[in-house]
């Protein structure tokens, strides 16, 4: 079971991954569960991406409201 702030962390890294920090512990809990993940840019930086099983929890959610 996601955290309200996991689960909104892991809406603004479908939204808006830019927006994202690094260092946020709601981070490595989407990362630990495989449903982000971090992916290198062409300039050495590193940004996160919704993983096919990040949407899917998103969808599953998105269905109950």
Known sequence: MLSPHEFTTLMVIRDA????????????????????????????GQ??????DGKAVLKAVARLG
Request: no cysteine.
């Open 17 to 44: 991954p830019d927006q994202i920090e690094a260092d946020r512990l709601e981070l490595r809990t989407l990362l630990d569960l495989r449903l982000v993940t971090l992916e290198q840019t062409a300039a050495g």
């Open 47 to 52: 940004y996160a991406r919704i993983t096919p």
